[in-house]
Nanobody, 121 residues
Framework: QVRLVESGGGSVQAGGSLKLSCVASGYTYRPSCMAWFRQPPGKERERVALRTADGRKSYSDSVEGRFTISQDNSQNSLYLQMSSLAPEDTGMYFC???????????????WGPGTQVTVSS
């Protein structure tokens, strides 16, 4: 059974940094696409960073230059290094895995339970 588990969330002051981790288990193949989403309080879930299995990456405009998505050599862990955090980065962060359809469009069918990130001013 496929399982994604996030960790690394917490509370930090504005300007600080956090690194989120997502461990994937139960896969018999490597997902062709993995991503980080977040859901701010009272708002819809949004994708913040995506990485395809061949190393292509994309970021939302709101995190470009501040967040970095990466994957370890064993390909079973996904990371999100977050720097220069601001209060508007507060939210539940989710790891997702799925398949790359075309370009940087992906369909996600597995999600983790999320890890909370709170940034205070």
């Amino acid at each position: 059974q496929v399982r994604l588990v996030e960790s690394g969330g917490g509370s930090v002051q504005a300007g600080g940094s956090l690194k989120l981790s997502c461990v994937a288990s139960g896969y018999t193949y490597r997902p062709s696409c993995m991503a980080w989403f977040r859901q701010p309080p009272g708002k819809e879930r949004e994708r913040v960073a995506l990485r395809t299995a061949d190393g292509r990456k994309s970021y939302s405009d709101s995190v470009e230059g501040r967040f970095t998505i990466s994957q370890d050599n064993s390909q079973n862990s996904l990371y999100l290094q977050m720097s220069s955090l601001a209060p508007e980065d507060t939210g539940m962060y989710f790891c997702a895995a799925g398949r790359n359809i075309v370009g940087l469009n992906c369909a996600f069918d597995n999600w983790g339970p999320g890890t909370q990130v709170t940034v205070s001013s």
